[in-house]
């Protein structure tokens, strides 16, 4: 990831200064960037389900103070539904994958295959459920215990 | 459309339980296509395309070149350098703190980013130093971090660009003016109410102007390399010289060897940390955003704008009720979800009557982000509110009465200013990019 976003910003860097000191707009740069873009935001989206960081709007905690049970259902359930399409995903991105090496669209200058880029989806989606596969497995735990740990609550931002 | 109402009515009870906003989305996604008769494997290259795009690469851009700064430690030079500008009127440091959101605001372009930048050293201060009550010091720095989303760049801004076709560069100047009245509210609700409380300090007698333009000069050199950073994205940006997503890179390089080199706070490590909490929240982002993109694609097919725009204009076609209807439905989103997410569930369902009443799509960023920074203010979601709570280390009851002080004279009056009166956002962008810019892209 450190590495993806490093690369991320030079690349455009590059670009702006082709165009002003070299005269000369590097189109093919913008392929490069595009090409480990989904890379690059899938690999966050999976650190973020390790981290627990994804986005949620959920203000349960706020009502439930005293209740760790239903808490740690709902935990539960989230881990669940996301667990299942994450399972989906992985099938979807598969048959998008095949389907894209099958037609096999290229870039226009650098005649990159974008397939491999796809790929991104096949590859992050199995890590992203295994994370909230390990999240299941703990909200199971805590709910037989009837624990609710709220520092595992998720990030709101 | 009764499916379509069930499956938003869905998502937002999957919003409130704590469902991941994105797989929230995804969820939906999955039932809408199989109940409609969509196949997603259509749908799924169609995200993939509007994600490559150039433009949206910006937001991780500016990510990674706010926590960049802010791991940099760019803030204390900063606070110090505003804080000898105004510190001597009353309720100068809270002054000082405001004016400091709005300036982080300018590089950072994050809300969460600036509370947590300026919020953890000028709370402390603000209270210890000056005797600020903890509770109202929290409150002020959660309404003032708000104030980032106004000040460009903004990713709200990208966002929304992004989504409506709209110039993004005309987007960040149409939030310039309503931030900047906001910030002069926030000095004034300030000024007020430090002479209410009686515990706060007076503040430090004028030493002149000799010594007091010697401060200046002083901080001033030492914020230098800070203050350059949102002069060098705005200006490379209205200087026609870079794209935003180009300016967002620009900004990245930069802070690179000002947070190493000038101002120290860099170092292997905590780079390394900084990159990988930007990878982690740009992940989160982007993830929802690839789902949402699929279900914006859905709704548009069974005309869902269409029928919103349909149904609020059976209701009454005055123009001014049919924007206190847009105002009261974005109040209502802002209440229960965070900014990101209001602005991608919004925006294209409420593009289309903004259209047909006649409002540009200038006119309406200022508008939709105005309500969406006032909503991470409101309760029960409040997450601005929750933050102070935590970086002041104080109580929700304890922020709230004041917290609401700043959203009902501050936010409101804004939001209603913002959206009543078009000047206050169309005309920076008339003046810098043209008339043409109020014209709907599509």
């Not at chain 2, 433009?55 to 204390?76: K, V, W």
């Not at chain 2, 959660?142 to 980032?148: E, H, L, Q, V, Y």
């Not at chain 2, 200087?239 to 620009?250: D, H, L, N």
Request: aromatic letters at 12%.
């Amino acid at each position: 990831m450190v590495v993806l976003a490093v690369y991320l910003s030079f690349m455009v860097c590059a670009e702006v200064a082709a165009r002003y000191y070299v005269h000369e707009p590097i189109l093919w740069v913008e392929e490069l960037i595009i090409f480990v873009v989904f890379w690059f935001y899938f690999t966050g989206g999976v650190y973020a389900t390790y981290k627990r960081s994804h986005i949620v709007g959920g203000v349960l905690h706020l009502f439930l103070k005293n209740k760790p049970r239903v808490l740690g259902s709902f935990r539960l359930a989230s881990a669940l539904i996301s667990l299942g399409l994450c399972c989906l995903f992985i099938v979807l991105s598969y048959t998008l994958f095949t389907y894209s090496l099958k037609v096999d669209p290229k870039t226009i200058h650098l005649m990159l295959h974008t397939s491999y880029a796809r790929l991104a989806l096949l590859c992050t989606f199995p890590l992203m459920a295994f994370y909230f596969l390990i999240e299941l497995i703990g909200s199971i735990r805590d709910l037989a215990r009837g624990v609710y740990d709220s520092s595992a609550s998720r990030s709101t931002f | 459309m009764l499916i379509i109402g069930l499956s938003l009515g869905l998502l937002i009870v999957l919003f409130l339980s704590g469902v991941p906003v994105a797989f929230a989305f995804a969820l939906v996604v999955v039932l809408m296509s199989s109940i409609l008769g969509y196949d997603l494997n259509f749908l799924l290259p169609y995200a993939f395309e509007r994600m490559s795009s150039m433009i949206i690469l910006s937001i991780p851009l500016f990510i990674i070149a706010g926590l960049i700064m802010e791991r940099g430690n760019i803030t204390r030079p900063l606070i110090d350098f505003v804080n000898s500008v105004v510190g001597r009127i009353r309720g100068g440091l809270g002054a000082a703190g405001t004016i400091a959101d709005a300036i982080f605001g300018a590089i950072s372009g994050s809300a969460a980013a600036a509370i947590a930048c300026i919020g953890t050293i000028m709370i402390p201060r603000l209270v210890e130093e000056e005797g600020y009550p903890r509770g109202y010091a929290s409150s002020l720095m959660s309404a003032a971090a708000g104030i980032a989303l106004l000040i460009p760049p903004s990713f709200s801004m990208i966002l929304y660009g992004w989504i409506t076709y709209t110039s993004i560069t005309a987007c960040f100047l149409a939030g310039a003016l309503p931030g900047v009245l906001l910030t002069t509210i926030f000095i004034t609700i300030n000024w007020v109410m430090v002479g209410r409380y009686h515990e706060v300090k007076k503040p430090p007698a004028w030493p002149g102007i000799k010594q007091a333009s010697r401060e200046i000069g002083r901080t001033g050199w030492r914020a230098l390399p800070a203050l350059f950073m949102p002069i060098l994205i705005l200006g490379t940006i209205y200087g026609g010289i870079a794209t935003p997503t180009e300016a967002a890179a620009v900004a990245v390089i930069y802070a690179i060897p000002v947070g190493f080199l000038v101002y120290r706070g860099l170092t292997p490590r905590n780079f390394a940390a900084a990159l990988i909490e930007a990878s982690t929240n740009i992940g989160a982002i982007m993830v929802a955003l690839f789902f949402a993109m699929i279900l914006g694609r859905m709704l548009v097919m069974e005309n869902v704008p269409q029928a919103i725009a349909a149904f609020m204009t059976s209701i009454t076609e005055n123009k001014y009720l049919l924007l206190l209807m847009v105002n009261a439905f974005l109040f209502l989103v802002g209440m229960f979800m965070d900014d990101i997410t209001g602005m991608i569930i919004s925006a294209p369902l409420l593009f289309p009557i903004i259209k047909e009443i006649g409002i540009s799509p200038v006119h309406f960023a200022a508008i939709i982000t105005t309500n969406l920074t006032m909503g991470l203010m409101t309760p029960p979601m409040a997450p601005l509110v929750f933050l102070g709570q935590m970086i002041g280390k104080t109580t929700f009851p304890d922020m709230i009465k004041t917290s609401m002080l700043f959203v009902f004279l501050g936010y409101m009056p804004v939001v209603l200013i913002t959206t009543y009166w078009a000047p206050i956002a169309e005309w920076l962008p008339v003046l810098a990019l043209g008339e043409k810019i109020l014209i709907p892209a599509y």
